[in-house]
């Protein structure tokens, strides 16, 4: 069993930074790819990024390539996602969760077993 928590988001103007994180309980984090999606009002969850359980390999959407980058630190059982140039179409509800060995089909929810609460980003143009 994981828990997953989410911090980091806010309110940004366009163009500004942020940064999230992660931070798990539980076993095993390091056995864990890790995923951040995100999803707006009246729309569906979507991919944002993904790293591996060994942290050698990271996908992103492509709207978000560039600006956005993954990182995790198993020693403190907390997974990032540093946003840059950030646009009003990046606001949303950012999820972080976790898949079990996973190693391929990260950018698929359906794949992932644990999932956080969600941390609310806002960017004002």
């Known amino acids: 069993q994981v828990q997953l928590v989410e911090s980091g988001g806010g309110l940004v103007q366009a163009g500004g930074s942020l940064r999230l994180s992660c931070a798990a309980s539980?076993?095993?984090?390091?056995?864990?790819?890790m995923g951040w999606f995100r999803q707006a009002p009246g729309k569906e969850r979507e991919f944002v990024a993904a790293?591996?359980?060994?942290?050698?390999?990271?996908d992103y959407a492509d709207s978000v390539k560039g600006r956005f980058s993954i990182s995790r630190d198993n020693a403190k059982n907390t997974v990032y996602l540093q946003m840059n140039s950030l646009k009003p179409e990046d606001t949303g509800l950012y999820y972080c969760a976790a898949d079990l060995l996973g190693t391929t089909g990260l950018a698929y929810s359906g794949n992932y077993d644990y999932w956080g609460q969600g941390t609310q980003v806002t960017v004002s143009s």
């Open positions: 790293i591996s359980w060994r942290g050698g390999s990271a």
């Open positions: 539980g076993r095993g984090f390091s056995n864990y790819a």
